[in-house]
Nanobody
Framework: VQVVESGGGQVQPGGSLRLTCVVS????????VGWYRQPPGTQREYVAS????????YGDFAKGRFTIFRDNAKKNTVYLQMNSLAVEDTAVYSC??????WGQGTQVTVSS
């Protein structure tokens, strides 16, 4: 199983980024996926998740600003659209499937 994130980078406050998570697992072509983040010097925290049935959940800070969704054509690809980014959203963002396979993470830096 391979989990790969991409799409991180540096953005100004108020900006947007879209992160991508690709889960390569022949046994689970429509995986459930969770996004997590670890800000500098703090513990990892839950951001959002999507089930194989496309039911979505969000952490409190993500509601209204972040959207998790699945690619209609490539069901093993899940996106995290992040809008109205703030400095406190700076973190390493990682995704994982429901069986605990993690990607390497992608850095998101929000600064002016």
């Amino acid at each position: 199983v391979q989990v790969v994130e991409s799409g991180g980078g540096q953005v100004q406050p108020g900006g947007s980024l879209r992160l991508t998570c690709v889960v390569s697992d022949v046994g689970f072509p429509i995986p459930g996926v969770g996004w997590y983040r670890q800000p500098p010097g703090t513990q990892r925290e839950y951001v959002a998740s999507i089930t194989p049935a496309d039911i979505v959940y969000y952490g409190d800070f993500a509601k209204g600003r972040f959207t998790i969704f699945r690619d209609n054509a490539k069901k093993n690809t899940v996106y995290l659209q992040m809008n109205s980014l703030a400095v406190e959203d700076t973190a390493v963002y990682s995704c994982a499937d429901l069986r605990g396979h993690w990607g390497q993470g992608t850095q998101v830096t929000v600064s002016s």
